[in-house]
């Protein structure tokens, strides 16, 4: 493992102007037969309002979903098109599970730092409640067949082979494919592994209802969210809820552990519909329009860890992309003034910061000289992270970018010191992708 | 040796072993009759629609290099044209299937032209019977790319006098490892497997088959479970040249939901001393994969294998 980071090559900055997204609505409530090209498309054209870019030709717009139908192959450009932004803005779809928003955020300040555009727009949407149902193999098969048998003998012999059971429609799952765990169970053998207790994750779901909610009182999202089918709040937030009310929900996951399950639907994300999205430029072309800038998007790092035969558990590859990161930008924990640690689960969070401040493991895993470091709890998730706002896979990305963007310019104006936030989002596949967000 | 023109056709010899089964019972020592079988040519290349169906079953990905479990099933006819024969002194119906070591040498490729043999050898004790290794192997070009010992135990009969005796050491303390996938066997995974391996064998195929032998349900079949933890590691990770080997404990019920560890060797923590390579039970291998199954939410033991490059 190499321990020396390469040298950064100057290049210009890409700066946040703002973010927008619709409220997070649980699956089934409000927004039913809602597809994610309508969220999407909200969500942009709240972006464009908020910032006045009404025919406007953007560098690019980039996003995704994650459950995506194979008739969206263009969801991005469509909802584009579906806008008030000029129909010359290019777009296309990204897709990396749960990291999908943020590595869409990634691939276009890459470009804006490179100067091959000066704005964009990253994002992404996803939906349970409208997901596409897919048929199953031996149907789709024998669909397949009869749509290439050239004789209607041979169609008809082709749809012969269905039998009842292949009618049955397969619903979408967070089951990762090679393992056939969903990701709940996955992150409760994680938790096992490092003894993470129950009353540890129900503080943490506490503290993301409490944050949010307070956060929502104080107007942050004021300029940061757009009403949408009605809604005007996140509605899986519980501002009343209790670490009581927690202690008593039953275990939802790692049943079958020999360890006593300890994640519950408290302390694990519901699965949630939402679009969201983030507008980014070079300095010169928000100083041209004169927009305000929140902050800059420094640097990002993505990382994959070996988790089909259980070397490391499915979500903790953000626990290696940091210290790469932060040696990058030769910084350390210490330096940052908030963790935006997305919630999966709350004992994602605690088994990454366990991981970070276990000496053997940083050696062994990690490649550092000791222990990488304690995350001040203070600055965690202040304004309340997934638990309680909910997660549609890919709007997580950008609903996180737009808080850290907002969280160190308020900061820096209070204190007049930079200030730097850090972004992380695990992801299906073993897969995570972390940022840095710096004050202007 | 014996020569067959070609392989013989799997439930012809099945309709064969049940018939014959049923004649079959402890008197006397057993003695394996000293016949080898040999079809000198056996051309692969009308196998890619089984090969397919095999690959699709198991989750092997699509190739053209054959896999040991599709040379367990390719050579299994002929092994078991060694079990039904009259003088072959146990029931085909009814033995358990106790251990399977595989390796394979060189890369089987689809369209060779392979010689494949096989016979019966080693019937020594068992605590409860007799046990005996069926071996097949497949040659190309007359050198062996692949060699398979299954290990089976006719219940109540008697081994040979002078063969070893059982092995009466108690059974190591196990508890199950994190799980590191979770396999949902539904009731027709014998029948599918059955389909694609030709082994029809009626406690896998049929709930009322599993009660005549005094299983409740139909089980799966052992190899069925040890060649998916097989295309789980997969042809990246096992090498061209690779062994592996399974050994089964209690019968995987069906439906049932099977949890698995598959794990790098490397990441185990070394149980006392260092282990000899290879072997199907107590020891780690020195590399490769350790694989372990068991019901799922219960300490029900199914199976543990290794798979290790060679």
Redesign the interface.
């Known amino acids: 493992m190499s321990t020396t980071p390469a040298p950064v090559p100057s290049t210009r900055e890409a700066v946040i102007i703002g973010g927008n997204r619709i409220p997070f609505s649980r699956a089934g409530k409000k927004y039913v037969r809602t597809s994610n090209q309508d969220m999407f498309t909200a969500a942009l054209e709240g972006l464009v309002a908020r910032f006045g870019l009404q025919g406007e030709r953007l560098g690019e717009v980039v996003g995704g979903a994650v459950l995506k139908h194979s008739k969206n192959f263009n969801l991005i450009r469509e909802s584009v098109l579906g806008s008030s932004l000029s129909p010359t803005t290019p777009a296309y779809d990204v897709q990396q599970a749960c990291a999908t928003g943020l590595e869409a955020a990634i691939a276009v300040t890459n470009k804006i730092k490179l100067g091959q555009i000066e704005s964009a727009i990253a994002g992404g949407t996803d939906t349970v409640s409208d997901a596409p149902i897919v048929v199953s193999d031996r149907l789709r098969a024998a669909l397949l067949d009869a749509n290439h048998a050239k004789t209607t003998g041979a169609k008809i012999k082709a749809l012969l082979q269905v039998r009842p059971k292949d009618l049955a429609p397969a619903t979408p799952s967070t089951g990762e494919p ?4 969903s990701m709940g ?1 996955h992150q409760a ?1 994680t938790t ?2 490092w003894g993470i207790t129950r009353e540890a994750q129900d503080e943490i779901a506490y503290n993301s209802h409490q944050n949010l909610a307070r956060a929502w009182e104080a107007g942050f999202f004021d300029d940061l969210v757009t009403p949408f089918k009605g809604l005007t709040r996140d509605d899986n937030l519980r501002p009343d809820t209790s670490p009581e009310k927690l202690a008593k929900l039953k275990p939802a996951f790692g ?4 360890d006593t399950a300890t994640m519950t639907a408290g302390n694990s994300t519901p699965l949630t519909d939402g679009a969201s999205a983030v507008l980014f430029a070079s300095r010169a072309w928000a100083e041209e329009r004169e927009l305000p800038i929140l902050a800059k998007f420094v640097d990002a790092e993505t990382a994959a860890v070996d ?5 490391e558990g499915l979500l903790m590859a953000p626990v290696a992309a940091v210290p790469r990161l932060l040696a990058r930008n030769g910084l350390t924990l210490d330096d940052i003034d908030f963790f935006e640690i997305h919630e999966a689960f709350a004992s994602t969070v605690l088994t990454t910061l366990a991981a970070w401040e276990d000496e053997e493991y940083c050696r062994t895993e990690l490649g550092l000289d000791g222990a990488f470091g304690k995350v001040d709890r203070s600055k965690l998730n202040v304004n309340g992270s997934s638990l309680a706002a909910g997660h549609p896979f890919a709007a997580t990305g950008g609903r996180i970018i737009a808080t850290a963007a907002k969280l160190v310019a308020a900061k820096a104006a209070e204190t007049g010191q930079p200030a730097r936030a850090l972004i992380s989002v695990c992801a299906a596949g073993g897969l995570g992708a972390v940022a840095l967000v710096e004050s202007v | 040796m014996t020569e067959l023109a070609g392989l013989p056709k799997l439930g012809r010899l099945f309709t064969k072993g049940v018939a014959g089964s049923a004649g079959k019972r402890p008197r006397g020592e057993v003695r394996l009759p000293e016949v080898s079988y040999r079809v000198a040519r056996v051309d692969t290349a009308g196998e890619a629609a089984h090969l397919a169906a095999y690959q699709e079953l198991l989750g092997e990905p699509s190739s053209d290099v054959l896999p040991a479990g599709f040379l367990h099933v390719l050579a299994f006819p002929l092994a078991t044209a060694v079990m039904v024969r009259g003088d072959f002194p146990l029931p085909l119906l009814g033995m358990v299937h106790l251990r399977n070591v595989a390796r394979v040498l060189r890369p089987v490729r689809l369209g060779e032209t392979v010689e494949v043999r096989a016979w019966a050898q080693d019937a020594r004790a068992h605590r409860r019977g007799v046990q005996v290794d069926l071996v097949a192997e497949v040659l190309v070009d007359g050198d062996l790319a692949y060699q398979g010992v299954s290990t089976y135990l006719a219940k109540g009969f008697r081994a040979p006098d002078g063969a070893a005796p059982a092995d009466e050491s108690p059974r190591e303390e196990w508890t199950a490892p994190l799980p590191t996938a979770r396999w949902k066997l539904g009731s027709g995974t014998g029948r599918a497997y059955g389909a694609v391996s030709g082994d029809q064998n009626p406690i896998h195929t049929s709930n009322l088959g599993a009660k005549a032998f005094g299983f409740p349900r139909a089980i799966a079949h052992g190899m069925y479970t040890a060649a998916r933890a097989l295309a789980e590691v997969g042809p990246a990770r096992r090498g061209e040249a690779y062994e592996w080997t399974v050994e089964f404990f209690r019968p995987v019920l069906l439906p049932s939901t099977v949890d698995v560890a598959i794990r790098n060797a490397a990441d185990l923590v070394p149980a006392g001393s260092a282990g000899s390579a290879g072997s199907a039970g107590g020891n780690e291998p020195a590399g490769g994969f350790v694989y372990d199954g068991w019901r799922s939410g219960k300490g029900t033991r199914h199976f543990r294998g290794t798979i290790r490059p060679l």
Do not use: W
């Open positions: 090679r393992t056939h765990l169970e053998i096992a592994k049943m079958k552990l020999p988790f089909v035969h259980g070397h």
